[in-house]
């Protein structure tokens, strides 16, 4: 029998597909089921082994305006499932009595680079920032990330429950950022946070402009007109689609269908934040580079969900409150580059005055294993500033505010019930410098336990400690 030739043997129907219906009997793709494809995991999710348990006698810090002094809460297959003031209810639930413990919701970094930036630091190791191009909305932090970085465990033992790991900030479009919590597994989509959105890591600024000083953009002005460019090409590309999505909505099933646009890795991604999808997150350090990047996403008519690093968010906060977008800023980093030279150790206060989400990030694998002292350093320039705040108010500045960035508030951040059993049991006043995280939960499974030495969570390490002489 003679082959037959490529062109009719690529042309001819598959099993169950007639030649007028080239998607084989299943509804034509659209860019939300391409987007589903995409996030598909290979492994179980990661799991902690949830526990039933009522923690009792402790001081509880809900974060939503509720302190029990003392009081307890109740968990159960992951969640917690009743909390309030005093003795628990009896039961038969096992009961964990904590007298002079603090518990509060876990702690969440909404800036981090842990695992794309693994230890130990190597260039091997440098997968953070694809500098290829100055736009490259297409790569995820996700593909880099890698789950045996020592310092994901030491961030738990300072009592940090979930992370944003996200790209750099050498492309004006970096990629998509992550959204992980912390319990080990093999991959990184094992960790991804359930139901968490993606976001998008763009950038302002001096970065930039520093990477790119040879090829360009190499100003401020070329910076936005190359963000501008991109999000017009987006326009172009959901607007193919949607003519793509009407001709498959008219079509009748007879001859040959419609087909759709070519895959854009890049203008997906964009697409996604023009439509609301994913959340866009700005390393921005000036007040004037905020206004601007603010100009560009009115212009295209999307929604910053928060400003990253934001040394001089205090210039404009109220108008940041007005508009609803976050700062994740740091307590008194400062002058380490022209463009963060004029910021104040009172950036926190002064934006939580105005009525702004106001939250404290790390950008670090070193302190992120201190995020409850950094809170407690803008408290007191608070003080000193004038500006009274509240034990609840701060300790949302770790919790509540961040889940809300990463738009996951509907299920930590703050101790109520029906919420992750995520919750830091520390042995005193949360944000003293001589305090510690005593006990960490993510859904109600026990992460760590300071008193107790475990093997360590990464094969990286096994064999690593330093053994003792005879």
């Not at 630091?121 to 790569?139: F, K």
């Not at 866009?280 to 603010?294: E, I």
């Not at 949302?396 to 508030?409: E, H, K, S, V, Y």
Request: glycine share 10%.
């Amino acid at each position: 029998m003679p082959l037959l030739p490529l062109s009719l043997l690529l042309a001819c129907p598959k099993p169950g597909e007639s030649p007028s219906d080239p998607f084989g009997g299943a509804p034509p793709p659209n860019l939300s089921e391409l987007e589903d494809r995409g996030h598909r995991a290979v492994e179980h999710p990661a799991s902690t082994s949830p526990q039933t348990l009522v923690l009792a006698g402790a001081t509880v810090l809900t974060a939503a305006g509720e302190v029990y002094e003392p009081g307890w809460v109740r968990i159960d297959k992951g969640r917690i499932q009743d909390l309030g003031p005093g003795a628990p209810p009896s039961g038969s639930d096992p009961v964990l009595e904590l007298p002079g413990r603090v518990l509060t919701p876990g702690l969440i970094d909404t800036h981090s680079h842990m695992g794309v930036y693994p230890s130990p630091g190597a260039h091997a190791h440098s997968d953070g920032n694809e500098a290829t191009n100055p736009t490259t909305p297409g790569v995820w932090a996700e593909h880099s990330f890698w789950p045996q970085d020592p310092d994901l465990e030491l961030a738990v033992a300072g009592g940090v429950t979930t992370i944003q790991v996200l790209p750099g900030s050498a492309n004006l479009i970096g990629g998509r950022g992550v959204t992980l919590h912390m319990v080990p597994a093999r991959g990184s989509r094992a960790m991804r946070f359930p139901g968490a959105p993606d976001g998008v890591k763009m950038a302002c600024g001096e970065n930039p402009k520093r990477v790119y000083e040879s090829s360009g953009p190499s100003t401020r002005m070329g910076n936005l007109a190359a963000q501008r460019t991109a999000f017009a090409r987006a326009q172009e590309h959901q607007r193919a689609w949607e003519a793509y999505e009407r001709e498959v909505a008219a079509w009748d099933g007879v001859g040959a269908g419609p087909q759709p646009p070519s895959r854009d890795l890049a203008l997906e991604t964009l697409v996604g934040v023009l439509e609301g999808e994913l959340l866009v997150h700005v390393h921005c350090y000036r007040a004037d580079d905020m206004l601007s990047f603010m100009q560009v996403a009115d212009e295209f008519d999307f929604q910053v969900r928060s400003f990253h690093h934001g040394l001089e968010a205090y210039k404009i906060a109220g108008l940041l409150a007005e508009s609803d977008i976050a700062v994740s800023t740091w307590a008194d980093w400062w002058g380490f580059k022209m463009e963060a030279y004029d910021g104040i150790p009172y950036n926190a206060a002064l934006l939580e005055a105005a009525g702004a989400r106001t939250i404290i990030h790390s950008d670090s694998s070193v302190d992120v294993r201190w995020l409850n002292q950094e809170a407690a350093k803008a408290w007191r320039y608070a003080d000193e500033a004038g500006v009274p705040l509240t034990q609840d108010q701060v300790l949302r500045w770790l919790t509540a505010n961040p889940a809300w960035a990463l738009g996951i508030a509907d299920q930590v951040g703050t101790l109520e019930p029906g919420k992750r059993a995520d919750i830091v049991v520390w042995d005193g006043d949360p944000f003293s410098v001589y305090t510690h995280a005593e006990l960490v939960f993510a859904d109600g499974g026990l992460l760590y336990d300071r008193q107790q030495t475990t093997a360590p969570w990464s094969d990286f390490m096994l064999g690593q400690a330093l053994q003792e002489r005879k």
